[in-house]
C-alpha cells in the first residue's frame, strides 16, 4: 500500500486499571491534562495521543476514563475506535465496568481487540497465568475478534513492544476505513483557539476534507469554511479517517456548538428526531424495554434523550425492531451502531443498529421488511417501494442506506425492475404505473365533460396528481412514462394532454354539431332558448360543452347563466335598444315589448345582458342609454 495505514485505538476498562498509565508508557502522553483528573488521579473526559507505529502504520489512541460516572465520555470516545484495548488490572481481574465497557465496544462493532493484563509487575506468574486464564475464557463469547491477552507494565516498560506488535498485526487484518465515502467527523471536543477561531476534534469516521473547502455542521445545519487542519497538533493538508483530526472552521462560534455535532460533507445529511432500529437488550438489563420506556441513545458523540415506540416488549436478552422518538435531533446514517443507556439508574442496557435514519410515518417499523443483514439492493428496493410517487433522490441513498457512493449503481441494479431511475430520482414501478392509470382516467373524464376541448392542460393534469406539490422530476417522469405507454398524449406545442386519437373524433363531431346548435340559434333570433331546452332538442349532443366552445369562436355569446344567443342576432337587438332609447331617452320593460314584440319571458334576460354590457343602465323602473355619448353620438 502506497498510503501509510490509520487506525484509533481506544482503552476501555474498570476505573484505576491502568488505562493512562498504559498510554502514557506507550505514547510519552499524559492524557489526563485537566486539574480535576491531575488531583483526583482519575480520567474524567477523553484524552488523545498519536501512536507512531512504524514509517507506514499511525495509530490515534482515544483514553477513556473508566468511572462509572463518566459512561457517557467513554462512549463517545470508543464510538470512532477500530481496535479496543480492553485493559483489565492483573491484580484485580474483570471488574463491573470491564464488563460494561466490554458490552459496549460489542454494541458499537468494533471488530478487533486486544485484552491487556496491567499492572504485571504487582503479581507473579502463578495469579498472572490465573487472570490470564479467567479473562480467556470470558472472551471466548464475545463479537469482538479479542487477540490472546498481554500482559504489561507501565512501570517496567515489560510487554510493551509485544503489545505495538499486536497492534501492527492486527493493523494488516482491518479494512482500511474508505476514503472514497461522505467526509463524517462527530465531533467530540469544542474550543476557540485565538487565531484560528473555533476548533472541532474528533475521529474522522469516513471521507476526507481539505483546507479551503467547507463542511456542513449539524444539527445546527450551516455550511463553513475549513480554514486550517490539524492530525495529533501537526499541519495537515487533508483530514482522512482514522485520525484523530481538529478543524478549525471559520463561521461558527463556540457556543454554537457542542458534543454530539456534526461535520459533513455531500448529499443526503441531514439530522433525525426518529430512528427505525434494531434494537438489543443486554442479558443483564434489569427491566424489558417496552412502548413509552425512556432511554438515552448514544450514537456517534451524541447523547439524546428518546422514547421508544412500536416494540414488541423486549426482555433481556431479547432482539427486536422498534421506532426511536428522539427528543432533541442527532445525525444517523443506515447501518450506524448505537448504545442504550436506562434513564435511572443510569446503565448501559442495550443497543442496535439503524435500519432506516428518516422512516416514514407509515408502515410501522416491523412491517417494513428492513433486516439488519439485508442486501442494499433489496433494501433500496423497500425504500422506493414505500416512497411512493415521491421517489428517492439517488444522492440520498448513500446515507439513507449506509452505503458508499460508489456502491449506489449497483444497489440500484440489484433493487430489480420494480425500481424505475430517472436522473437523480428512483420511483417505484408500480407507483408510477397506478398514478399513470389514474391519469389516464382523469384525461378520460375531462374529454367526457369537454368534448370540444383539444385536451386538459399539463398544469391541471399535474394539479390532478395524487401527491399534493409533486416533484418537478417525479411530474416529468410520469408525462414522460404516460406518453411512453399510451395512456395520453402531450399536443398543442406540450401544453395539452389528451388522450391518443382524441383530436380528429372532436373536430368533425364538433363541427357538424356545432353548425346545428349555430343555425337553430340563427333562427331563434331574440326569442333565446335556455341550454336546458336546447339540450332537451337535441339529447345526442353535449350542449353546454358545445355552446362554450361555440362562444369561444364567436358564433355565439353568452347572455346569462342559462342561455346563449347568435351573435349577430344580438348586435341586431343592441341597434334596435339604442335606436329606440335614442328616440324616447327612456322606456319601460312594456314600452320595449311593444317596439320589439318580445314577450317578458324574451325581453328580460336580454335587458340584463345590455345592463351588463354597459349598453343600458336602470332607471327607476325604466332603461336609459348607459353612456350619454353613444347617445349624443347617435343625433
Ligand atoms: N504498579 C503499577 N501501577 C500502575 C500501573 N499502571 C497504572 N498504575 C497505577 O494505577 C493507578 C491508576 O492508573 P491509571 O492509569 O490512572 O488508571 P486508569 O485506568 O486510567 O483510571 P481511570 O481513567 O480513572 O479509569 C495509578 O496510581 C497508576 O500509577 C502499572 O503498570 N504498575
Ligand atoms: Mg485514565
Known sequence: MGHPRRLVVGTAGHIDHGKTALVKALTGVDTDRWEEEKRRGITIDLGFAPLPLGVDLQASVVDVPGHEGFVKNMLAGATGIDVALLVIAADEGV???????????????????????????LVDDEWLALVRSEVTERLKSSRVR??????????????????????????GDLPARPTEDLFRLPIDRVFAVAGAGTVVTGSTWSGTVAIGESVRLLPLDREVRVRSIEVHGETAERAVPGRRTALALVGVGKEELDRGAVAVTGPGWASTTT????????????KPLAVRTRIRVHLGTAEVLARVAQVRALAPGETGFARLLLERPLVARGGDRFVVRSFSPVTTIGGGIVLDPFPPKRP??????????????????????????RGIMVRDVPVRLGILPGGVSDAV?????????????????????????????VVGAYHQTHPLDAGLSLQALRAAVAVPDVAGPVWDLLVDYGVKKRAFEVSGGGAVVRRPGWKATLESHAGDSGARLVRRLVEARWQVPTVAELQHEFAELAVP?????????????????????????????????????????????????DRTGL?????????????????????GDARVLARLTGAAGGS
Open 95 to 121: 471488574m463491573p465496568q470491564t464488563e460494561e465497557h466490554l458490552a459496549i465496544v460489542e454494541l458499537l462493532g468494533v471488530r478487533r481487540g486486544v485484552p491487556v493484563l496491567s499492572k504485571r509487575d
Open 146 to 171: 479479542w487477540d490472546p491477552p498481554i500482559a504489561v507494565s507501565a512501570l517496567t516498560g515489560a510487554g510493551l513492544d509485544e503489545l505495538r506488535a499486536a497492534l501492527v498485526h492486527l493493523a
Open 275 to 286: 430512528l427505525d432500529v434494531a434494537l438489543e437488550l443486554l442479558p443483564g438489563a434489569r
Open 364 to 389: 410501522r417499523v416491523a412491517e417494513r421488511g428492513l433486516a439488519v443483514q439485508q442486501p442494499a439492493g433489496e433494501r433500496l428496493a423497500r425504500l422506493v417501494e414505500e416512497a411512493g410517487l
Open 413 to 441: 441494479e440489484r433493487a430489480g425492475k420494480g425500481v424505475i431511475a430517472s436522473g437523480d430520482l428512483l420511483v417505484a414501478r408500480r407507483a408510477l404505473t397506478a398514478e399513470v392509470e389514474r391519469l389516464a382516467a
Open 545 to 593: 360543452p358545445l355552446l362554450a366552445h361555440l362562444a369561444r369562436e364567436g358564433g355565439v355569446e353568452q347572455v346569462d347563466q342559462e342561455r346563449y344567443a347568435s351573435k349577430p342576432a344580438l348586435e341586431e337587438f343592441r341597434g334596435a335598444l339604442e335606436a329606440t332609447l335614442r328616440e324616447l331617452g327612456r322606456a319601460t320593460p312594456a314600452q320595449l315589448r
Open 599 to 619: 314577450t317578458r319571458k324574451y325581453l328580460i334576460p336580454l335587458l340584463e345582458w345590455a345592463d351588463r354590457r354597459g349598453i343600458t343602465k336602470r332607471d
